[in-house]
């Protein structure tokens, strides 16, 4: 009878060992064919652009000095957005890096939110002034200041307002919404956009992660952006949240923990006297 049982436990033991390895087999298979379609979508960001780039410049070179100005000038705006979207490409991929290596140092200081808006809206702007959006940054009145890094908050909230365009048609507006509630404050990105369906809502925030919508009309991407917006957020204790309402548009708010009136920075306080 002990025999019988110390087989039967040797067996199961064994069963048990193999279905783990077939889990671990399965989840690298997915991991490695996750890491192809990646780099398979990354080299294409980064021809895009680039063949955009080089053809333009043989235009300008084939011209000599005789282009005519709007020419020219419409030549220079395409350039810049090009390498525009080639910064934000590694930019992206360098955060990720940095994140997976979980170095996302946070330099926080206490900051008043608006003149960080201001700072994104200007950073898009060469994206929201191609395609005609118009954005619109209302401030609610109480204080907004965040303890926050600056630089992060930049790129999160330009992230949102980059999604704000490349998902809503031309002409439309982006509005930016700051409040005060509860110890938050809140940033609402809204656009009238495509929207996102209700099934795929909640996995927008996943690295990689892109919508049928992108996937359909070859939106430029990588699936990265919100998934840096929330990492952000959450470096900061903050939250990321979304509401859609497919073919009227979508509203991202990012809520970060007010700074009280004890966390202003101490540098600035001097020293006691
Ligand atoms: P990417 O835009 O590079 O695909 P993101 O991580 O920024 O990656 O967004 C993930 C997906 O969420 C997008 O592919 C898109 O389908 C959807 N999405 C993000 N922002 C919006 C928006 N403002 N309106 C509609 N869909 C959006």
Not at 9 to 36: I, P, S, W
Not at 153 to 178: E, F, G, Q, W
Not at 234 to 257: K, N, Q, R
């Amino acid at each position: 009878i002990h025999d019988i049982t110390d087989r039967r436990r040797a067996e199961h033991a064994l069963r048990q060992a193999y279905e783990a390895e077939q889990a671990t087999v399965a989840r690298l298979t997915e991991l490695d064919e996750a890491k192809d379609a990646f780099i398979a979508t990354v080299s294409h960001e980064l021809r895009t652009p680039l063949t955009s780039l080089a053809g333009y410049l043989e235009l300008l070179d084939d011209a000599g000095v005789d282009v005519d100005p709007v020419r020219h000038r419409r030549m220079l705006e395409a350039m810049t957005r090009s390498t525009a979207r080639l910064q934000n490409l590694v930019e992206d991929l360098l955060a990720v890096n940095a994140l997976g290596a979980g170095e996302l140092p946070v330099h926080a200081a206490a900051v008043p939110v608006r003149p960080l808006i201001e700072e994104a809206v200007r950073a898009a702007s060469a994206q929201t002034r191609s395609s005609g959006h118009r954005v619109e940054i209302r401030t609610d009145a109480g204080a907004q200041t965040v303890t926050a890094d600056r630089d992060l908050l930049v790129r999160a909230i330009n992230a949102l307002l980059s999604n704000a365009v490349k998902y809503s048609p031309i002409d439309t507006p982006i509005t930016v919404h700051t409040s005060a509630a509860g110890g938050q404050v809140a940033i609402a990105v809204t656009d009238r956009g495509v929207g996102i369906d209700a099934d795929e809502l909640p996995r927008v925030f996943e690295r990689f992660y892109r919508a049928r919508y992108a996937h359909e009309h070859a939106v430029q991407g990588v699936g990265l952006g919100l998934w840096l917006v929330k990492t952000i957020a959450e470096a900061h204790g903050g939250t990321i949240g979304a509401v859609s309402t497919p073919g009227e548009g979508s509203t991202f708010t990012l809520s970060l923990p007010a700074a009280g009136p004890d966390t202003a920075p101490s540098v600035e306080s001097g020293p006691p006297v």
